[in-house]
């Protein structure tokens, strides 16, 4: 079992992070972090955007018959692309259903500035350590990682099948010159291998228990990464303390989430994640959890792999590729 043998420095880069909360032109959010690693809106500057975009108040009541762009060979799930829909217009409200997500983004940027920065012999102190590198962000709803992503000088591509989520991302994306130059699609992953499209490194994160076939999908992740490339997911492990915590408390209790978000049983083990990137040509080389703390309203990087984790990986040379 893989853990992470750097969440000392990690939590170090996170802290450093939090000190760094100027974004003056996008407010306050739950997506968590400024300037660099993002930024955060209260409930008014939700508001405020959403009242100044009419067109957000459109995509509302439409049908989501345009939400979805398929191959002929896809892993998406109808019925979780018809969740995602439904609440799309909430992706940058500070205290909707997204609010999980908003609190957890500093630390998965955390991880991510590390690893990434590491395998691309970068500079993790510089503001923009990612400069000259291509990202993309499958499954990126709202913007959320694709954003701080492109302010730490990536040039991203944001993905995601339900068309409302894109048009949001779209939207809140033009606010800032910085994260205007996102290039957002409504497609899947594999319809852009088979378009052989090509990227330094491919995230997605919270995505793949959504999926309806997580092997497929992650050889499509395979596919649009460079040889030698980096591979970061994250997802919900399959254990009863991920149910209690996940479906029983975020569900139900705490009702962060709408009921039905997620299901137990699409949950992926760290051992299967590792078997399944494996076999995808990619190398799982470190896992991390993630751990929230209920006093300080914060999420922390852990050993403890037991509910939500993070995995970062590199693609393998193949033979042709030498």
Request: proline share 5%; aromatic share 8%.
């Amino acid at each position: 079992m893989l853990a992470s043998v750097r969440v000392n420095q990690l939590q170090r880069l996170l802290l450093s992070a939090r000190r760094l909360s100027s974004s003056p032109i996008i407010p306050p959010s739950r997506l968590l972090h400024q300037r660099l690693f993002s930024t955060s809106d209260t409930d008014a500057s939700a508001a405020s955007f959403s009242s100044s975009h009419p067109k957000i108040q459109t995509l509302e009541g439409k049908a989501s018959n345009k939400s979805r762009s398929t191959s002929s060979t896809t892993s998406l799930n109808e019925d979780e692309l018809a969740k995602f829909s439904a609440i799309a217009h909430t992706w940058w409200h500070s205290e909707g259903p997204f609010k999980p997500l908003h609190q957890m983004n500093p630390t998965r940027l955390a991880f991510i500035r590390s690893t990434l920065c590491r395998h691309f012999s970068k500079d993790p102190s510089s503001a923009k350590p990612f400069e000259g590198l291509k990202f993309i962000d499958i499954g990126c709803g709202g913007g959320l990682l694709s954003e701080p992503l492109a302010r730490m000088g990536a040039t991203v591509t944001g993905v995601d099948a339900v068309d409302k989520n894109v048009k949001i991302a779209r939207l809140h994306a033009d606010m800032d010159p910085v994260t205007s130059t996102i290039e957002y699609l409504c497609t899947t992953a594999e319809k852009l291998a088979d378009e052989g499209r090509k990227f330094d490194a491919v995230l997605s994160l919270e995505v793949i228990e959504h999926v309806a076939n997580p092997a497929e999908f992650c050889k499509s992740l395979s596919a649009l990464t460079i040889p030698n490339g980096a591979t970061v997911l994250s997802t919900i492990n399959r254990t009863m303390r991920a149910y209690a915590s996940t479906i029983v408390g975020a569900e139900y209790i705490l009702r962060w989430l709408p009921k039905g978000t997620h299901q137990w049983s699409s949950f992926v083990t760290p051992e299967e994640m590792s078997m399944i990137l494996q076999r995808a040509s990619v190398d799982v080389k470190e896992i991390a959890g993630f751990v929230y703390n209920p006093i300080t309203g914060r999420w922390l990087l852990s050993d403890d792999i037991s509910v939500n984790y993070i995995a970062y990986g590199t693609k393998r040379k193949d033979l042709g590729d030498i």
